[in-house]
T-cell receptor, first 115, second 110 residues
Framework: EAGVAQSPRYKIIEKRQSVAFWCNPI?????LYWYQQILGQGPKLLIQ????????DSQLPKDRFSAERLKGVDSTLKIQPAKLEDSAVYLC?????????????FGEGSRLTVL | DAKTTQPPSMDCAEGRAANLPCNHS???????VYWYRQIHSQGPQYIIH???NNETNEMASLIITEDRKSSTLILPHATLRDTAVYYC???????????FGTGTRLKVLA
């Protein structure tokens, strides 16, 4: 079974530029998450989708971050304009909602460096 | 959601059991306890979860106290590959909003 795919793995940009990250979840997984992980900290939930609808985006800095999940499959996370403090690893995870375990499956992440 | 407290770091000798504690004194009756681990430069990986009873799988055992205020993740025979950050999470039944803390950094020593 293919895992959660993310791209790009690494991205370096200057502040005020824009960047987009892409996530392809495991086939059939209804729930998709984006997390931000700053060095030395645990992952912080940014947004949670159920199919193509937003379940929770309370921690998403909406003035600069946006995310969408078209057709309930792939998802993109965009940052515009980027700030220095956005340097982090952006993790995508998916879950087969409806199963008892509620286990999350994570991708390898996209590492963003803002200069 | 239950707030969980974990020690920031622990060491364990290779081949010995690693016992990672988690305090979740505010856990409610329908909140599961989940454990994930994150090996360097990888995404977190699910280990095990439980509600009231002790649980065991191929990776680890989970011991939950009778009052459910704390739990212990046990890696029975730690290897160098178990060096990672371990996260304990309280998750209400029927929800899927995982909130990660800072976890315990386990170092397995040769």
């Amino acid at each position: 079974e293919a895992g959660v795919a993310q791209s790009p793995r690494y991205k370096i940009i200057e502040k005020r530029q824009s960047v987009a990250f892409w996530c392809n979840p495991i086939s059939g997984h209804a729930t998709l998450y984006w997390y931000q992980q700053i060095l030395g900290q645990g992952p912080k939930l940014l947004i949670q989708f159920q199919n193509n609808g937003v379940v929770d985006d309370s921690q998403l800095p909406k003035d600069r971050f946006s995310a969408e999940r078209l057709k309930g499959v792939d998802s993109t996370l965009k940052i515009q304009p980027a700030k220095l403090e956005d340097s982090a690893v952006y993790l995508c995870a998916s879950s087969p909602r409806g199963l008892s375990t509620g286990e999350l499956f994570f991708g390898e992440g996209s590492r963003l460096t803002v200069l | 959601d239950a707030k969980t407290t974990q020690p920031p770091s622990m060491d364990c000798a290779e081949g010995r059991a690693a016992n990672l504690p988690c305090n979740h004194s505010t856990i409610s009756g329908n909140e599961y306890v989940y454990w994930y681990r994150q090996i360097h430069s990888q995404g977190p990986q699910y280990i095990i979860h439980g509600l009231k009873n002790n649980e065991t799988n191929e990776m680890a055992s989970l011991i939950i106290t009778e009052d459910r205020k704390s739990s212990t993740l046990i890696l029975p025979h730690a290897t160098l590959r178990d060096t990672a950050v371990y996260y304990c999470i309280g998750l209400p039944a029927g929800t899927y909003k995982y909130i990660f803390g800072t976890g315990t950094r386990l170092k397995v020593l040769a």
